[in-house]
């Protein structure tokens, strides 16, 4: 018999936390735009949403969503297992292509676009939040920059839960690893809100900086923003 969501949670709570007394929970199938999974606590009260995509997951899947949510939700360690089980589980084939479909019928037509000539931030989003973030993060708003800015690479903003890359690197000649840069960079601002610290707008913090160190071929990125 299949257990149930609910039961499935608060097994993995158990496990992440023993002796502790469970807290109450609400998980609920959530119909979003792409595959994500949302944890949140109110009033005492877990609020689990998972995409209504991975209804039909197999238990040992939604087992492993279980322990990713909350362990992030009491800031412990990932098991290494149960992150690659879910990576492989939403990259195989089947669940990816009824992800794209459904992008693209609950999709919101915008005015500027996630789309470029070279490069689509949707998808360099989506990859670098399966890479990284356990595939935890909401996607904002993803945009080209309308102009070709080049003091400012790219930046997040929290007003309209967007995140904008300048338009001069959707081009060819811009490695991908330097657009998956800026957007780890923005991503990192969506993981680590800022504390407002009077007008500063892009505050690193100690935890900002040592994440942002985990990014590849760092020294590289970093020559070529220099040269662009
Ligand atoms: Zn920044």
Redesign the pocket.
Known sequence: MRRSPLHIFEEAYRELRPGEPVPERKVEFFAFTNIKNTIRMRQGKLLIRLSDLLEGAPEPILRAIAHILLAKMYRKPVEREAATRYRRYVSSTDISRKAHLMRQVRGRKRLDSAQGRTYDLEKVFEDLNTRFFHGLLARPQMTWSRDHARNHLGHYDPAHNAIVVSRIFDHPGVPRYAVDYIVY??ML?LKHPVKLRGSRR?V?SAEFQAEEKLFPRLEEVRRFLKQI
């Open positions: 960079h923005e601002h892009c690193h």
